[in-house]
């Protein structure tokens, strides 16, 4: 409930003996009270100081009462207006009533019949709010629940794809336990060689789904801070090539014309951009037509922009797998994927303000443009 000095009235009446005595009595019960004489000027004042009440009388030079009414639940509708008519005034006081005045008082204007008008007004006021917050609330609610149901929709479908992706990796790591048993059996180092190789690769392929699925869940604010490039580069590099051990695929990095220092979470950066040159070292693996293949990873800086490309000769995408790439769950890799990984790095190029784009043809090439604002400066 309001306060009575949190609540402003305006009074409108063109007889300056009717607006003193009715500010001397308002201001005495403990309103705010402005003044104006006609409808013209009262609109100025009610655009300067917002009143939630305005009483006003229906007949005045310049702008009446009615005109006044309809202007100021024009531009505020919560606005009450309380209209004050003389003896012989009906037909006025209907249409007032029909343009959304709360109430009507017949002159002599009594003061205690005025103040259970302007209370009523309040009432009605406060109502109108707490609708409002309730409203507010209730909005809030369904989101809230909306969200929820979300959120629920989409762990049912992460533990499916989670569920299938771990009896893939269970099997590939039997298979490996399975060619390094049988390589001890027969004392056939080759072959144990074999089993221990795709022993680490169901561990590689392991330990990077728990890595995305832990950034899925993750829910922070972005910690931006200075970066050095050429050591944000190093560990790319590091990381890559012991990925790139036992493969024929080419890893070139720029190490001139790069900004001197980067901005941004260093750590979700580097989860974004290793996914994405992930699925560049599978589109090489994958890809049987060609014999040399090439992975290029560029920083540059243009004007207030940073540039990063990502490019392969690979097997490329064909334009539905390149629509669904960024998609949760989504996985052109059969088993081998999760369907986290490009959709985190687009989520964390996204948050960073910045943004992806794909040129891709199937069979030759797939190039990833990541567009992020240059806060280094």
């Known amino acids: 409930m309001f306060r009575k000095d949190q609540i402003s009235i305006l009074i409108v009446d063109d007889e300056e ?53 309809r202007q100021i639940k024009r531009e505020s509708p919560g606005t009450e207006v309380l209209m004050i008519t003389g003896h012989g005034d009906m037909q006025l006081t209907i249409r007032s009533l029909k343009y959304d005045a709360i109430d009507f008082i017949t002159k002599p204007v009594n003061v205690d019949i005025l103040e259970i008008a302007i209370e009523k007004a309040i009432e009605k006021i406060v ?61 056939d180092n080759k072959t144990i060689q074999e089993g221990f190789d795709l022993f680490e690769q169901a561990v590689d392929r392991i330990k990077k789904m728990v890595m995305d699925i832990l950034l899925y869940s993750k829910e922070r604010k972005l910690n931006k ?13 590091e990381i890559i090539e012991l990925k790139l051990k036992g493969t024929k ?9 790069f900004p001197k220092t980067l901005y941004f979470d260093e750590e979700f950066m580097l989860a974004a951009l290793i996914n994405i040159l992930d699925n560049a070292i599978d589109a090489c693996l994958t890809d049987t037509q060609k014999k040399d293949h090439k992975i290029r990873f560029e920083i540059s800086r243009q004007k207030d922009q940073l540039t990063i490309l990502i490019q392969d000769n690979g097997c490329g995408m064909d334009s539905q797998t390149k629509e669904k790439i960024f998609n949760l769950f989504f ?46 400066k």
């Open 17 to 69: 003996d009717i607006r003193d005595v009715l500010e001397i009595a308002l201001k005495d019960i403990g309103y705010t009270v402005f003044l104006a004489e006609n409808g013209k000027k009262a609109i100025e004042l009610f655009k300067s100081k917002r009143p939630q009440i305005v009483i006003t009388d229906i007949k005045m030079p310049v702008m009446d009462g009615i005109e006044l009414l």
């Open 127 to 187: 109502a109108r709010q707490k609708l409002a917050e309730y409203t507010q609330k209730l909005e809030l609610l369904i989101l809230e629940k909306s969200k929820l149901a979300d959120h629920l929709s989409s762990l049912g479908l992460m533990i499916g794809t989670i569920s299938h992706n771990i009896k893939g990796l269970l099997t590939s790591l039997d298979g490996g336990i399975y060619v390094a048993r049988s390589g001890v059996k027969r004392k």
């Open 225 to 237: 801070t200075a970066i050095n490039t050429k050591t944000f580069i190093k560990q790319i590099k």
């Open 249 to 257: 695929i080419v890893f070139t990095c720029n190490d001139v014309n």
């Open 331 to 376: 996985s052109s890799k059969s088993t081998k994927g999760t369907g986290f990984g490009l959709y985190i790095s687009n989520s964390i190029i996204n948050q960073h303000g910045g943004s992806i784009h794909v040129i891709s043809i199937l069979g030759k090439e797939t190039t990833f443009k990541i567009f992020l604002p240059d806060e280094s």
